[in-house]
């Protein structure tokens, strides 16, 4: 049969588009379907074909859609009586065409139990029905959480101390996304913190407890109290640790790299933080580094000046350390790719790091994204520069 006139599964494609958009169960019946059928010169030309068109959408007729005839007068053929519109009057009817009864059927039952329990949250189900399917078999348990936050608004509390039947942190970490779209429907406006946003914020943006940042710092002072002989004096704090620490040292080095920050050599009145990459926060709100001469070693490309100009904005007295085109140039051998380089302004660079900073970002060195990875940088320049501090 020819494609040009709408078949039975024609029909049935219609539905399904309705359903993959989301559009089927929340649709007002009845509903009107596309039909498109032979023009006056095929019932002459085609008639053989037209009768097995309109055989086909009879018999599929049984499976939900109702046709309606139309009278046809032909001058060869005479008078016939053939499919002008198709409907679907009802839900049930549409389902059943779509082969969705089940689904049709689980989600009348998730609509129920949610008008008992969260009416609040029955336009969302309705906007994305097919989401709510695919979390059928968790629902009950997220409807728990829903109102559990709801009688312990901004508990105080970690994720592991919810104490409800069958419901553990692993199961509310895991479903965040979800629950933080549930949770704005239904807390009131003080239970949330809408500056915290995102799942890694979702502790933060309904008040339960989260894992403190944590500040790890190797002491650079064999002399200093705080060294333990025969260790490295490497220490790891909590961030109002780091924040109350206030040691007695007059130079604080950051470094981006691990093993750079293991094995950064001795520096008398020193002490070596690993960083943070882009995240500042357990460093920002110490201010007893405003009061130190602050050193920061990032990779030689883009980000790693992005990473020092973020820097600046908490601390506009740090210093970049081996980030320099002296450094860069003496290293051609070492250069890598940078994967996705950043071309944003950074305002905080001063005019050496803004004229380097410029040749990568428009890639006047050469045509690839460029980058130097601090590791990379030969030992003894690290030692020199340091001994030259």
Not at 114 to 137: E, I, K, Y
């Amino acid at each position: 049969m020819t494609t040009d006139w709408t078949s039975a599964a024609d029909l049935k494609a219609q539905l399904l588009r309705w359903w993959d958009r989301d559009e089927l169960l929340g649709a007002e019946f009845p509903q009107q379907l596309r039909l498109r059928g032979p023009s006056s010169a095929a019932l002459s030309e085609r008639f053989d074909e037209v009768r097995a068109w309109v055989a086909d959408l009879q018999q599929g007729s049984s499976k939900g859609y109702r046709l309606v005839l139309r009278e046809v007068r032909h001058r060869v053929i005479g008078s016939n009586r053939l499919p002008g519109e198709a409907w679907v009057d009802t839900l049930d009817d549409a389902l059943r065409l779509a082969g969705k009864v089940r689904e049709g059927r689980a989600f009348a039952e998730l609509m129920s139990v949610t008008r008992q329990q969260q009416p609040a949250l029955v336009p969302w189900l309705q906007c994305q029905p097919r989401r709510a399917l695919a979390l059928a078999g968790d629902w009950p348990r997220l409807l728990a959480i829903v109102a559990w936050l709801q009688a312990h608004p901004r508990p105080g509390l970690y994720l592991r101390q919810v104490d409800l039947p069958g419901i553990h942190s692993k199961f509310i970490e895991a479903q965040r996304g979800v629950l933080a779209e549930l949770l704005d429907l239904v807390l009131p406006g003080d239970a949330v913190d809408t500056a915290a946003r995102g799942a890694g914020q979702f502790a933060a943006r309904y008040g339960f407890r989260d894992k403190p940042l944590r500040v790890r710092l190797r002491f650079l002072d064999p002399q200093h109290t705080a060294w333990v002989p025969g260790t490295d004096a490497d220490y790891t704090l909590s961030a109002p640790a780091f924040v109350r620490l206030d040691p007695p040292v007059q130079r604080v080095f950051i470094t981006e790299n691990e093993i750079n920050f293991l094995s950064f050599p001795p520096v008398a009145d020193s002490l070596v933080v690993f960083g943070a990459g882009y995240g500042f926060d357990a460093l920002g709100q110490a201010a007893w580094l405003h009061q130190r001469t602050l050193h920061y070693w990032g990779d030689i490309d883009t980000h790693g000046f992005a990473i020092l100009d973020q820097l600046r904005s908490h601390f506009p007295h740090a210093l970049s350390f081996l980030m320099d085109r002296h450094t860069l140039l003496a290293h051609e051998d070492q250069w890598l790719t940078e994967p996705q380089p950043t071309q944003r302004d950074l305002p905080l660079l001063d005019q050496e790091e803004r004229r380097l900073y410029d040749d990568l970002r428009w890639r006047r060195l050469r045509e690839e994204p460029l980058r130097l990875e601090q590791e990379r940088i030969a030992y003894g320049r690290v030692q020199q520069k340091v001994a030259a501090l």
